[in-house]
């Protein structure tokens, strides 16, 4: 069975002072049959590695350049991320796609990087609200996954994380059923892709995943876990999406 994973992005958010809150997310994570991810700023990620110590949460990037070296200034290669300790990078979210441009062979190339500095890709697609309208949503996922993922996805390097462009930080969340839809069709894309494979890839569902609704999503088949924004930030949010995750089907 596919361990479930909560994954935390911070995105450009968080100080210093504020890491007071990992060690109440670490206190109350230890013990629980799930993997736990925080993927705070690059700047933050040694003070975090430093407050979780030995307690066996992982830590991540939110992109990395896809050369491992070179110049290329203000960019953080997946080596660097990785020499500070980190063991994931969320990789082709959409606010990188939107404010930056990213196409779906750029994320793939990153991806390739990642997995070559040992690092686990989270991979992000999702949908426009117009899209959505549209009634493309799988369409559009699917030309995602298959520009994004290169060649070689599997079980112990691949995370893909559904996250719909107009529910992100909204507050808005897809129906259940519309959770499902989209995840079954990620699945059965990955067994066409990667049959050996398939079945290891977890799938993550994002946006304004929240206490209220984390147990209702986490109930939805496919559905491996969250990629949560800025909930993961606070402890009182977090911890308890942690614990309906824990205790999901």
């Known amino acids: 069975m596919r361990r479930k994973l909560a994954a935390g992005n911070w995105k450009m958010n968080g100080s210093r002072a504020s890491l007071t809150e990992v060690d109440r997310i670490v206190a109350a994570a230890v ?3 799930i993997d736990v991810l925080l993927c705070p700023p690059a700047t933050h990620l040694v003070w975090v590695r ?6 066996g949460i992982r830590t991540g990037g939110q992109d990395c350049h896809p050369e491992h070296h070179g110049a290329h200034t203000g960019d953080i290669s997946a080596a660097h991320l990785a020499d500070v300790g980190a063991t994931h990078v969320i990789l082709g979210h959409s606010e990188r796609r939107l404010d930056h441009g990213e196409t779906d062979a750029l994320v793939a190339a990153k991806v390739r990087a990642a997995w070559a500095a040992d690092l686990t890709a989270v991979i992000c697609v999702g949908e426009t609200l117009a899209e959505r309208r549209a ?3 799988l369409e559009v996922i699917a030309r995602q996954v298959e520009g994004s993922v290169p060649a070689g996805a599997a079980g112990h390097n691949t995370v893909i994380a559904y996250e719909p462009v107009w529910a ?8 259940e059923a519309e959770i499902a839809e989209v995840h079954a069709a990620l699945r059965a894309q990955l ?3 990667f ?5 290891a890839i977890r799938l993550l569902y ?6 209220g609704n984390a147990a209702a999503i986490f109930a939805v088949p496919q559905v491996d876990g969250a990629l949560v924004g800025g ?7 977090f911890v308890p999406i942690l614990a309906a995750l824990d205790a999901a089907p």
């Open 168 to 175: 992100i930080g909204t507050g808005l969340t897809p129906s």
């Open 191 to 193: 067994h066409r892709r």
């Open 50 to 55: 430093e407050r979780i110590g030995r307690e």
């Open 135 to 137: 009634g493309d949503t």
């Open 195 to 199: 049959p050996a494979e398939a079945e």
């Open 31 to 33: 013990g629980l049959g």
């Open 231 to 237: 909930a993961s930030l606070r402890a009182d949010d």
């Open 206 to 211: 994002g946006g304004s995943v929240k206490p």
